[in-house]
Structures are given as structure tokens and as C-alpha cells.
């Protein structure tokens, strides 16, 4: 069953991190540079001066949070953030867009133009202090997730529609050899939006524009999809207290009045319920 989880109509939903040890979900509107968290019936949000977009859990207290300048500890108690590194800080074009933790404690992040200029982002993992540049000439990263055997991961640019598989070094995880195409979704016309990997190995991905999250086996077999009342699915995550609920941001962004009018619940979040078993976002090691 999908409900609306929040209903916050964000501009640009983004970013939905479930953190295993507050069992609470925090997403980004990456366009009104805001962090939303709720806690019960509880709506909260911080603002930033800048556009924030993805997180990792660093403690029970801290997330790792990018922005279009950096990758900040943020103290969820007071609000206030420290820089850990710069993200293409002299760089006015660019911004932060999808990014996740992978399971050696590093942290994967995407940038992107602004205006979504052809080429003008890139890959980047932060790992023990390094913040290397893995992919370059990105127009909109995204699917940024890994498979629960620590072999590879996945990413794609979204406007090439085809999401990529890379084989990660067991000790570093730093990747090996080439990347090579894992699903392809020209032919369907489907725009690949964020993902996450289930504790199965099966990639769920947000499709942009198609108002649901389908998921892939390792294979690249299609095997399921969940419908949402939006048009634009952003990206999925896997939470609750058996990570049994795929929750889902949207956005309103690119939608005219008349679509907005026809269905209010564009940019709100959304919770299905027993859709999957997903498994537990690491732990960013700082």
C-alpha cells in the first residue's frame, strides 16, 4: 500500500537517506536548499545558503552531507556544519545531485551543471580523506548505489539512459577495469533516475517522468514496479524497522500548472509498504 509519507510539495525532492540507528528518514528539496527530516508526526527542515543534495550517517548524531561547495558533517542536534573536503568550490556552474556511502565508509557524490549543462559534472568518492574524481563529463549523475556483496557499483547519466556497472576492488572499493553497461532503457524511453540495491542484489530505480521505481534483478532481468501518484519519481530508499518500505521523494520541477493542479501530490514523499527487503545504508568513516 503507498501513502504519502510527507506532504511537503518539494521542488526537486531528492537525496531520501534512512538512518538505521534513529530509524528516520531525511531527504533534500534540492532546489529550496533545504534537509527535511519528521520524526512521528513531526515535520522538520533546516535551510542552507546553498543547494544540498545527498547524505550519508556518519553517528547517531552527524550525517555527511554535500553541497554545491563541499562535503560537510552536519550535527543534527544544533544544526550547525564543519567542512570535511571542497566539491568543486570555484566551480558557479556546478552543484551537488545523487551521492551514497558505500560499504567500505566512503562516500560516492555526483555533480551536475546547475542548468543541466551538457558534461559539466562528474563522479567523485571521498574515502579516508581522499577525494578522487572517478568519472568525468556528467550532465545529470544519478544511481548511485551498490550491490550488498560489496562487487560492484552502479551509476548512470542520466540523459545517456543507460545505467552502468563497475567492479569494485574488494579491500578499497576502489573500482577496477572498465565500467560496463548494466540496463539500457533507450529503446523504453525511460529517463533513470536515483537507485538503491535490495538485500537481493536487485537495483530499484526512480524513472523520471514515469511515476514509478522499477526494480531490475542482477541480471538485468525486469522484475516488478511500484506506482506512484507523481509524475517525477527522484530517487527510492529502503527504511523502517525490518527495511521492508521503499520510500520515494518526487518533484514538482518541469511540471506546468495544469499538471500541478490535476495532481497536488507532485514533490511530496511517499512510503509503500512490504514493497521489498532493502538493506542498511552503511556508515560513512570520517
Known amino acids: 500500500m503507498t501513502t504519502v509519507f510527507d506532504d511537503r510539495a518539494c521542488e526537486l525532492g531528492e537525496g531520501p537517506l534512512w538512518h538505521p540507528e534513529r530509524q528516520q528518514l531525511f531527504w533534500f528539496d534540492i532546489m529550496g536548499k533545504q534537509l527535511l527530516t519528521r520524526r512521528g508526526d513531526q515535520q522538520e527542515s533546516w535551510t542552507f545558503g546553498e543547494h544540498v543534495s545527498a547524505a550519508g550517517w556518519v553517528d547517531h548524531d552527524r550525517l555527511l552531507i554535500a553541497s554545491e561547495t563541499g562535503l560537510w558533517r552536519f550535527d543534527i542536534a544544533d ?10 568550490a ?30 559539466a559534472g562528474a563522479i567523485y568518492r571521498y574515502y579516508r580523506g581522499e577525494l578522487r574524481q572517478l568519472v568525468p563529463g556528467i550532465t545529470i549523475s544519478n544511481a548511485i548505489c551498490f ?8 551509476y548512470t547519466d542520466t540523459t545517456t539512459r543507460r545505467i552502468m556497472r563497475w567492479a569494485l576492488e574488494a579491500e578499497t572499493g576502489w573500482p577496477v577495469s572498465e565500467a560496463e553497461t548494466f540496463l539500457d532503457l ?17 537495483v530499484w ?18 522484475l516488478r514496479a511500484c506506482e506512484f501518484p507523481a509524475q517525477h ?19 514538482r520541477e518541469g511540471l506546468d500548472a495544469q499538471a500541478l493542479e490535476a495532481e497536488p501530490r ?9 514493497a521489498g527487503k532493502g538493506q542498511a545504508e552503511h556508515r560513512v568513516i570520517l
Do not use: H
Request: charged share 20%; glycine share 12%; aromatic share 10%.
Open 90 to 119: 570555484d566551480n558557479p556552474v556546478i552543484r551537488s545531485n545523487d551521492g551514497r556511502a558505500d560499504p567500505w565508509g566512503g562516500f560516492w557524490i555526483g555533480t551536475m551543471g546547475k542548468n543541466a549543462e551538457k558534461a
Open 147 to 154: 550491490a550488498p556483496d560489496r562487487s560492484c557499483a552502479y
Open 233 to 251: 519519481t527522484s530517487c527510492p530508499a529502503f527504511g523502517g524497522p525490518d527495511l521492508s518500505t521503499l520510500y520515494c521523494t518526487t518533484a
Open 186 to 202: 533507450n529503446d523504453a524511453g525511460l529517463n533513470p533516475d536515483g537507485a538503491v540495491v535490495d538485500a537481493e542484489g536487485s
Open 266 to 274: 507532485n514533490g511530496m514523499t511517499f512510503a509503500s509498504e512490504r
Open 205 to 222: 530505480v526512480a524513472q523520471w517522468g514515469a511515476s514509478r521505481i522499477a526494480a531490475y534483478t542482477p541480471d538485468g532481468q525486469f
Open 79 to 88: 544544526g550547525s556544519r564543519e567542512l570535511v573536503v571542497a566539491l568543486e
